[in-house]
Structure formats: structure tokens, C-alpha cells
């Protein structure tokens, strides 16, 4: 039972970790080049494409 859950921990850390170091990377690369990166372009694009459609019903 403890290995069990020694090992889901390890996997939520893993995934923890993961998420940090990318949020981490896209900040900086904000920072240093004072663009947003092309992902975060494309998702807003998608999002506001979504509300508009939403917004036509």
C-alpha cells in the first residue's frame, strides 16, 4: 500500500515539476524578448474565436 502511493506521488511531483519549469521558460522568454510566445498566440486566437461563437447563439 505505501509503494503504491510513494509511486503516484512521485508521478504528481514529476508532473508538478514539469509544469513549473514550463511556465518558468515561457516568463522568461517574455522577459527577455518582451514577445509573448507563438503557443500563448495561438490559444488566445482559438479562445477568442470560441467567444465570438458562443456570443452568435
Known amino acids: 500500500m505505501v509503494n503504491g502511493f510513494g509511486i503516484v506521488a512521485l508521478i ?3 508532473f ?3 509544469w513549473a519549469v ?3 521558460i515561457k516568463e522568461a522568454y517574455t522577459d527577455i524578448t518582451g514577445k509573448k510566445p507563438v503557443k500563448d498566440i495561438q490559444d488566445e486566437k482559438e479562445l477568442n474565436e470560441l467567444m465570438d461563437d458562443t456570443k452568435d447563439r
Open 22 to 24: 514550463k511556465n518558468g
Open 16 to 18: 508538478i515539476v514539469k
Open 12 to 14: 504528481a511531483l514529476y
